[in-house]
């Protein structure tokens, strides 16, 4: 036992990486990790992908969802085009591909796609590429088992009006199973003060730490919850959580978003949202909060400032509001939310006097683990195929400093992951690779 401390002790950030790398490893090799809380992010690279990219005959573009299997070392990547022809006039698809973090580092060059699927309708056809009978997918999720893909769509409001859902894909795209929304995220029928505004519903999808939990939430407020977020006044977004065996929802929560970080000028456009998630346990998750604001004031020559936060989050005492149909007019401020606590600011963290971009970043998903045992966090984005201004595929990638638990180890031996057979099995990996 004193040895076995000992040689703990010698590398301190790397045996806690290896620690939580073991408690990841034994839940599920396909779903997301059971880490917990994050001390720190450190940047290690990124890189970018010219619009107008092309792969597979499609544009590779709107990249507004991205999930990861680490049974194969993959990604999914999820294009939020609805096939029309002010973007790409592609129907709607998702790709796989790899991101190549072998040296630590993201780089020129890491990023390649490997396929290109298109989602089917539920009658195995293809979407059309005009409302109200095609999607705009939105987030991505991997089921627990790897062999599923989530969807969720944004639905439509206005001319073309499109309710959101969330469904389920075999990775050939064939719908093979929807959830159960509760009637107040319809927009269809909706009266003019209810429901979601137009694009600012269900931007983002993930699944707890132990698979049994499937959340979304709204990027901005429901109209009866208070609306989209100003320069002064945040919106009340809602968590949504659902079980994937029965499709249900189980319950709600309160998310307040950060209000739009500038101050559009008159006629110019600003949003501001929460845009993914990533549980990194069953009661604690990451949030990407986004604030856009196209305005010729910007600092950059595309007119577009794109302000980027990542919130670490926890559900830990927040109330359950699935029974509380309207949010706005104070009632917000008498409900308990969620807690959010800022674990990275793009805007400043990675600002070293090169004025590097931040574009439209709304993906969020692990990555594998680094050689020092570490996990790895990438970030998209989505770069709207240009349609608002001169803009990228970007990613950004970052070795995750983990919080460690008093007695996780002796839990996890405890539990049957046994260190010595990941030693072994990396040993015997080096030596056939």
Do not use: W
Not at 110 to 136: A, E, H, N, R
């Amino acid at each position: 036992m004193t040895s076995f401390t000992r040689a703990i002790g010698a590398g301190t950030f790397a045996a806690v990486a290896v620690t939580l790398g073991i408690t990841a490893l034994c839940s599920n090799a396909h779903a997301q990790l059971n880490i917990g809380p994050i001390g720190s992010l450190q940047s290690i690279g990124r890189t970018e992908l010219p619009t107008g990219t092309t792969f597979g005959g499609t544009t590779v573009g709107g990249l507004s969802g991205l999930t990861y299997n680490r049974a194969t070392n993959r990604y999914y990547a999820l294009s939020d085009d609805p096939g029309n022809a002010v973007l790409s006039s592609t129907a709607a698809r998702f790709y796989e591909l790899g991101i190549d973090l072998s040296d630590d580092v993201l780089s020129n060059g890491d990023v390649t796609f490997s396929s290109v699927t298109t989602l089917k309708t539920p009658g195995g056809g293809t979407f059309p590429t005009t409302p109200p009978l095609t999607i705009d997918p939105e987030g991505i999720a991997l089921s627990p088992d790897g062999n599923s893909l989530y969807v969720s769509s944004e639905g439509f409001r206005g001319a073309n009006t499109q309710d959101p859902f969330i469904r389920q894909y075999d990775l050939s795209g064939n719908q093979i199973g929807q959830l159960n929304l509760p009637t107040r995220f319809n927009t269809v029928g909706a009266a003019a003060d209810q429901g979601p505004n137009n694009n600012l519903v269900f931007e983002s999808l993930a699944f707890n730490a132990s698979g049994t939990r499937l959340y979304t939430a709204t990027e901005g407020g429901l109209r009866q919850d208070g609306g989209a977020a100003t320069f002064t006044t945040p919106a009340n977004s809602r968590i949504l959580a659902f079980d994937p065996t029965t499709g249900e929802r189980t319950a709600e929560y309160l998310y307040r978003t950060d209000t739009i970080a500038r101050q559009p000028d008159t006629g110019t456009f600003a949003t501001a949202g929460l845009v993914d998630i990533l549980f990194t346990s069953d009661t604690t998750f990451l949030a990407l909060e986004r604030s856009l604001t196209i305005s010729p004031n910007s600092q950059f020559p595309s007119g577009q400032t794109n302000e980027v936060r990542i919130y670490q989050v926890s559900l830990t005492g927040a109330q359950d509001i699935s029974n509380i149909d309207t949010l706005g007019g104070g009632v917000a401020e008498t409900i308990v939310g969620v807690q959010k606590t800022l674990l990275f600011d793009f805007n400043t963290a990675l600002f070293d006097g090169s004025n590097i971009r931040i574009d439209n970043l709304e993906a969020l998903t692990f990555g594998p683990q680094l050689s020092d045992g570490s996990f790895s966090l990438i970030v998209a984005s989505d770069d709207n195929f240009s349609a608002l201004s001169p803009q990228t595929n970007q990613f950004f990638a970052f070795r995750v400093a983990v919080v460690p638990e008093t007695g996780t180890l002796p839990l996890m031996l405890g539990a049957g992951c046994s260190l010595l057979g990941v030693i072994i099995a990396r040993r015997r990996k080096r030596a056939d690779g």
